[in-house]
């Protein structure tokens, strides 16, 4: 294993799996059924409200489209937001709470990363941890069910507030210092402008350290060239420094160019 160069940390919904057939099927079916079917929000409508960069959370997100729908209808919709997370929950994860036993959406998830692919980072002197705003049952389902690993570090939505706030991020740091030099640059991958702000809020408040926002475009917007391109340039201007079509090309080599390129 080469002489640690940085610590890379991944979101998962978008990164190491593709939502598009799952969470974000789950929020239209949400939506639509406490709209009483009036209506069923469109993945440019779900991207749209994740660019404001407050709505990681799926759950709020739900809550959110449903509200503002009813203010542009002038509907009321009074919904307590436990009965929209069991809903939601139904139909993303499904009954219960035995992951063997799970029927939801959450089964269908194309995987995006593989354990080969960490071992490669490692070797390359990229250690790895996750800082994901899903539940600990869902991150690790993929994770150690269907990716393979054991014991990964895991920060999920239990653990710490919400994106942007970077203390997740900062909790994830903490346990890869635990062997790992202390002060390296780190590198957080995610998808959505939530993510690339939790690297700014981190770089305003530590700008000691070197901080790398890596943009992940997610599969279900590479479908459409200029629908690609827009959510490219949304990253970036959100402070993406790289932005990348598939996770498994942010490789040791790419980013060791990124860090070379950060000094001259």
Not at 76 to 101: K, L, M, N, T, W
Not at 162 to 170: E, M, Q
Not at 205 to 218: D, I, K, N, S
Request: aromatic share 10%; charged share 20%; hydrophobic share 40%.
């Amino acid at each position: 294993m080469s002489n640690p160069i940085a610590l890379a940390i991944f979101d998962i919904d978008g990164v190491v799996r593709d939502v598009s057939g799952s969470y974000r099927r789950a929020i239209a079916d949400t939506v639509e059924y406490f709209t009483q079917g009036h209506y069923r929000p469109t993945p440019t409508d779900i991207d749209r409200l994740k660019s404001e960069g407050i709505w990681n959370n799926d759950w709020k997100a739900s809550q959110e489209l449903i509200q503002r729908h009813g203010q542009t209808t002038a509907t009321a919709y009074s919904i307590d937001y436990e009965v929209i997370v069991a809903y939601f929950q139904e139909r993303y994860r499904g009954r219960g709470d035995d992951p063997s036993q799970w029927t939801g959406y959450i089964t269908q998830e194309p995987v995006l990363m593989s354990a080969q692919y960490l071992e490669n980072l490692a070797e390359g002197g990229v250690p790895s941890a996750f800082f994901s705003g899903a539940t600990r049952g869902s991150a690790n389902y993929i994770l150690q069910q269907r990716i393979g690993l054991v014991e990964p570090i895991l920060v999920a939505m239990a653990d710490a507030p919400s994106k942007p706030d970077p203390t997740g991020l900062y909790m994830a740091i903490a346990q890869l210092e635990a062997t790992e030099p202390f002060g390296l640059p780190v590198l957080y991958a995610g998808d959505t402008v939530a993510d690339m702000a939790t690297v700014r809020a981190a770089k305003a408040e530590f700008p000691e350290r070197l901080w790398f926002g890596v943009g992940v475009l997610p599969p279900h917007v590479q479908t459409d060239s200029d629908y690609q391109n827009r959510y490219c340039q949304t990253l970036k201007d959100a402070g993406a420094s790289l932005v990348v079509p598939h996770i498994e090309q942010l490789t040791a080599e790419a980013i060791q160019s990124l860090l070379s390129s950060k000094a001259s």
